[in-house]
């Protein structure tokens, strides 16, 4: 009756066990639902780069050509910074960035960005930024703990206009091609000095992952992405065919 007894726990704990790793596996492999709060600025930020991208590219003759979107790896949009927030000490801007995959472009992944010469004015007026990777090696450095421009990539104003890709050596030379918009002026701008850098309070709250592991470490497709973010990746799929 004892060996009964003791056999019968040994297979209720062996069980036990078996069903909490069962558990645990279960639990790592489903992913924890978005922050819904993280989820809306998320939105909010995709819905503005996406508004730039329509804007800048309503008009072929003053937009980027689309040879180069063809050709890019990535796309960065940092919309809506304020003139002077680059002044020391300052807070930067809020951006947002797809990456090219085999298929079309991945989930969005959110940035930020600060430091650099740029908008050094005080003043109340926005400007939008524009950063368009044409390389692997322009990526992967987009995502160093600390990626300053013009660092270690070679970075250049990227040129404007339906027929400026075929006059430039530009997208030979340069990793990353970079252009501001302010009061409906688009021009290629030098953002050298400006350092980027991961927004993973945000990028966790959404995904539950950095930044770095969506876009290098295992690329999350567009599909993936909550709907409400994969407008912008749809946009710029648009104008890059």
Do not use: C
Not at 113 to 139: C, P, R, T
Not at 142 to 157: N, Q, Y
């Amino acid at each position: 009756m004892k060996h009964k007894s003791a056999l019968i726990l040994i297979v209720i704990f062996s069980l036990s066990a078996l069903i909490g790793q069962v558990s645990a596996q279960n639990t790592a492999a489903t992913p924890l639902p978005p922050d819904s709060r993280k989820l809306d600025e998320g939105r909010k930020r995709a819905d503005s780069a996406s508004r730039v991208i329509i804007q800048i590219m309503s008009d072929r003759d003053k937009s980027i050509p689309r040879e180069l979107l063809q050709k890019a790896s990535a796309v960065v949009v940092f919309p809506g910074v304020l003139k002077g927030a680059f002044v020391v000490g300052g807070q930067g801007g809020h951006g947002i960035v797809i990456r090219r995959t085999k298929d079309g472009w991945s989930a969005p992944a959110f940035l930020k960005m600060a430091g650099g010469s740029v908008g050094a004015q005080i003043g109340g007026s926005k400007i939008d930024y524009i950063m368009v990777i044409m390389n692997e090696g322009g990526l992967k450095g987009l995502f160093e703990d600390k990626f300053e421009i013009g660092g270690e990539a070679s970075v250049s104003a990227g040129p404007v206009g339906r027929n400026a890709a075929a006059s430039t050596n530009a997208t030979f030379d340069a990793q990353i091609l970079t252009y501001s918009r302010s009061k409906g002026a688009f021009v290629g701008v030098s953002l050298k000095g400006a350092v980027i850098t991961q927004d993973d309070v945000l990028n966790q709250g959404i995904y539950g992952k950095t930044a770095k592991a969506l876009l290098i470490e295992n690329v999350t497709p567009m599909s993936e992405a909550p709907e409400d973010l994969q407008g912008f990746p749809k946009i710029v799929e648009r104008f890059s065919k």
